[in-house]
């Protein structure tokens, strides 16, 4: 875990509401996929908890959702503002359990975090897959960027873009693990329809989001856990999702 | 003694900044972020007879200058806290810690104040009467004179180290159960815990917090507590500990002003893992920009 004052880069609507800021200054951070970033955005008082889509260098890209007031304040800062940011926070995926061949599976803004896990995998030598569901083909983003490390299978549930559905809807066969991001229903829906090992990350709304509040806690079949501490990534045989 | 020492309850700490129950884990997560023996002392999490899960989330919800929280005092256990915590946090902290004391009856606080009493590195037990997040328990202790002193009473009886009630700022009139609780014997005065709020999602129409209700905390509640110290150490002859939105060193010299002789830091943390050790740091610079030779000669000032 790591405190540091980052300097706003670039900003971007990939879609209506979905933006992509880029950080400079992250300093020498060991960033892993699936961990999280904690942001102060001037004038609230909590931080934000947002996940790491990718890391180049001193460079940090984040992507949200406008949700609220304070992802919309945070969607309209400017190149060379300043936004102090707690790094390193959350355990991330274990890449060590990906196999040969990789499902990564994401849902909306769940999606962003398994941009860098794609990119580190490909650097491993895996043959990766990622299935990215969207709710219709205006809100697609980063499809093409995935394309860079693997195989794309997108989903839409009014069919207006890639297969028409869920991702539980379009999972291929023949992988070795999986990585999953996503609302709660998608993830519970994975849960039951995939027959091989995996890893979800999960959210809350979180305090601290460095382990002090236990605002986050959740109950897994090995006990109460933080999700910003011994999560977000959880592995699926600890995950009380059975009924 | 350096300029910001003071006595708290019979024992000296190097300085008045002791992060809030509930804000400080068990002390090694920040361990991580500074080395947390700077700190007068800390009060660790609200420790129950049983293993806690607490509320269902979410449990945090903010505000304009603050936040909700109904955790609802999730804790392993006084049994586990003695067994993993503590040595866990001898490892990090070297001066006496203080107990945080919560349940739901009278026996089940005098049960856990017994066993923590008899802990070497705790020095100092604050019994928190003022849980807003549990039902049955916590606050409704803390709302009425009698049973405010039958807790404290009993704890009282049967332990030797410094006993400080903390204080719901919930009730119509705090001075009363301040008072209610110097007569039976309590050490000290903390206070104030959260005051009770509620939020809605306007997506929903529903309460955002999954307790529907939460504790208010933050830089929101300040002026209230202030208040309230003011009033409370004016009317007793114990120290008070100050609480409630303290996020800077100015706002420690305001609550030791208002007649604190420790402040409490609780929010802050959550927002800033760094909040105390800044505090710490900036006081001295503080204190001399208004002609505070040492802190202790502010007690009650105002």
């Known amino acids: 875990m790591k405190q540091k004052e980052c300097t706003v880069s670039a900003v971007k609507a990939l879609t209506e509401n979905i933006y992509e800021m880029k950080l400079s200054d992250i300093g020498e951070a060991c960033i892993v996929p699936g961990s999280f970033v904690n942001l102060t955005i001037p004038g609230l008082f909590l931080r934000r908890p947002i996940s790491v889509c990718d890391v180049n260098g001193d460079e940090l890209t984040i992507i949200f959702r406008v949700v609220g007031h304070g992802t919309e304040k945070l969607s309209a800062m400017e190149p060379g503002e300043k936004l102090p940011v707690l790094l390193e926070l959350g355990n991330g995926y274990d890449l060590s359990k990906a196999g040969e061949r990789p499902l990564l599976i994401g849902g909306g803004v769940g999606i962003p975090p398994l941009y860098y896990l794609a990119k580190k995998l490909h650097e491993l030598g895996k043959e990766v897959t990622a299935v990215l569901g969207f709710n219709t083909a205006s809100e697609l983003f980063y499809t093409e960027e995935f394309q860079r490390y693997g195989k794309v299978i997108v989903t839409t549930v009014d069919g207006s873009a890639g297969v028409r559905g869920f991702v539980s809807d379009a999972l291929p066969e023949g992988c070795s693990f999986f990585y999953a991001c996503g609302p709660l229903p998608m993830e519970k829906a994975l849960y039951k329809k995939l027959n091989i090992d995996g890893q979800f990350s999960l959210e809350e709304r979180m305090g601290c989001g460095f382990g002090a509040c236990m605002g986050c806690s959740f109950m897994t079949k090995l006990g109460s856990k933080r999700i910003c501490r011994e999560g977000p990534v959880f592995d699926r045989e600890v995950l009380p999702w059975d009924e | ?302």
Not at chain 2, 19 to 45: H, M, V
Not at chain 2, 85 to 96: A, M, N, R, S, W
């Open chain 2, 1 to 302: 003694m350096g300029r910001m020492s003071t006595d708290l309850c019979g024992i000296r700490i190097d300085n008045p900044i002791i992060p809030a129950s509930g804000t400080f884990g068990y002390g090694y997560e920040f361990a991580e972020w500074y080395d947390i023996n700077l700190l007068g002392t800390f009060s660790f999490k609200g420790t129950t007879r049983q293993e806690r899960f607490g509320n269902p989330t979410p449990r945090i919800a903010e505000c304009a200058s603050g936040m909700l929280n109904a955790v609802g005092l999730q804790n392993p256990g006084v049994d586990k806290v003695i067994s993993e915590e503590l040595p866990k946090l001898k490892q990090v902290f070297h001066k006496p810690v203080m107990a945080n004391i919560s349940g739901f009856s009278v026996d089940d606080y005098v049960y856990v104040s017994k066993l923590l009493d008899e802990q070497e590195s705790v020095g100092w037990l604050e019994i928190n009467i003022s849980c807003p997040n549990v039902h049955g328990g916590g606050m409704s202790f803390g709302t009425t004179c009698e049973g405010a002193y039958e807790v404290i009473r009993a704890v009282k009886n049967e332990c030797r180290k410094p006993v400080i009630a903390k204080l719901s700022p919930n009730v119509t009139d705090i001075v009363s159960i301040a008072e209610a609780c110097e007569e039976a014997g309590a050490d000290g005065i903390s206070l104030i815990n959260t005051l009770l709020g509620m939020r809605i999602n306007l997506r929903t129409g529903k309460p955002l917090l999954a307790n529907t209700t939460g504790g208010l905390s933050g830089p929101a509640v300040f002026p209230i507590a202030v208040r309230m110290v003011y009033q409370v150490s004016k009317a007793v002859h114990i120290p008070v500990i100050g609480m409630g939105g303290v996020s800077s060193a100015e706002d420690v010299i305001e609550m030791m002003m208002a007649g604190a002789a420790a402040v409490e830091v609780g929010a802050a943390n959550l927002a800033d893992p760094m909040a105390c050790k800044k505090i710490i740091e900036t006081l001295p610079s503080v204190m001399d920009r208004y002609g505070i030779e040492n802190l202790s000669d502010i007690i009650g000032k105002a």
